[in-house]
């Protein structure tokens, strides 16, 4: 039996009328939007989301990859990388036409989803670069890593059992990293102005934010 089979005969009959009703990457989405943002450093599986209702970024990467594997995408995640004093932030990727887009949980308004425009993964990538920040106002997004395909972790049932997850985190701090930023660039960049600041922590959780050292 597939991951995938496995999944859907471990959903209750409410639980498939949700999963039934994400049929577009929009929909996927929607429901990632409307979950709490998960404060707690634990990993939930695509199934223990859906049953719990709560997700950080890593947990809704998952279950938008598993989603969009129901949908014929394969479930590809990517891990964007701080330079420091920052969370890194899982995406799960799609491809339309050539072009990739992206589907993401976040605590912040302006890292969660993109359309289906950007004909390579830096550029996809890029287009975070401005809204990602910490509390103190820096702009932090220094690299991101190759593709990982989660299909290489069926055979342990990521989709239904939380036990893969620490081997999936572990496998992203050891791909491929491609920088995006010089210390050049590092060095010349702007603090976040307060109006964007505002706008970008509209609706977060607190508790879920990243403290910087002071």
Not at 161 to 183: F, G, K, M, N, S
Request: aromatic content about 10%; overall charge neutral; glycine content about 6%.
């Amino acid at each position: 039996m597939s991951t995938v089979e496995t999944f859907e005969q471990s959903l209750s009959f409410s639980e498939r009328q949700v999963m039934a009703r994400l049929t577009t990457v929009q929909n996927i989405q929607a429901f990632l939007d409307e979950l709490p943002y998960s404060a707690e450093e634990i990993y939930r599986c695509p199934l223990r989301v859906l049953r719990e209702r709560l997700a950080h970024c890593f947990d809704g990467a998952l279950f938008a990859a598993a989603a969009l594997r129901r949908l014929g995408y394969p479930p590809l995640i990517v891990d964007m990388l701080p330079r420091a004093r920052d969370d890194d932030h899982v995406l799960a990727l799609y491809k339309k036409d050539g072009h990739w887009g992206a589907v993401a949980k976040s605590n912040f308004v302006g890292l969660r989803f993109r359309e289906p425009v950007y004909r390579t993964l830096r550029e996809l990538v890029m287009s975070y670069f401005e809204q990602y920040y910490n509390v103190a106002r820096e702009k932090t997004l220094w690299g991101y890593t190759v593709p990982l395909n989660l299909k290489t972790f069926d055979k342990q049932n990521w989709m239904g059992r939380d036990e893969p997850l620490e081997a999936i985190a572990l496998r992203l701090d050891q791909i491929r990293r491609v920088p995006v930023v010089t210390e050049t660039m590092i060095a010349g960049l702007s603090p976040l102005d307060e109006r964007s600041y505002r706008a970008g922590l509209l609706g977060a959780n607190e508790a879920g934010l990243y403290k910087p050292p002071r």
